[in-house]
C-alpha cells in the first residue's frame, strides 16, 4: 500500500503533526477541518453558518487538490460544540451537496480547538 500526502495551500495548514489529507489510491482520509481562513490561519469572524461554509470550503480545496469532489465523499463526520446549531449547520452543510448524499455522523463536543464551534473530516473513495 502507498500512502501518499495531499497537500495545498488553498486550505489551512496542519497545526499539528498530521497532514491536510492521506491518499491510499482509491480512498482519500480528510483531516479534521475548523474554519480558519487558509491565507490567514486565523478564525473567520461570523456566525456558525459563517463558520459551516468556511470548513466546506476548506475541504473542497483538500479534496480538490486530490482530483476529487464532493460527489466522491463516503462520509462525514461533523463535531460541534452546540446541538442547537445543528439545524443552520445543517443548511449550510446541505448548499455543497447533491444527492445522494453522503453518510454522517453529527457529535457534540465540548470544546474545539481555537474555540470554534465546528470541524468536519471525510472520507472519499475514487
Known sequence: MTVNKIQTDKAPQAIGPYSQAIDLGDMVFVSGQIPLIPETMEVVEGDITVQTE??????????TEAGLTFANVAKFTIYITNMDDFSKINDAYAKFLVEPYPA????????????VAVEMDVIAKR
Do not use: D, W, Y
Open 54 to 63: 468556511q470548513v466546506m470550503h476548506n475541504l473542497k480545496a483538500i479534496l
Open 104 to 115: 454522517r455522523a453529527t457529535v457534540e463536543v465540548s470544546k474545539l480547538p481555537k474555540g
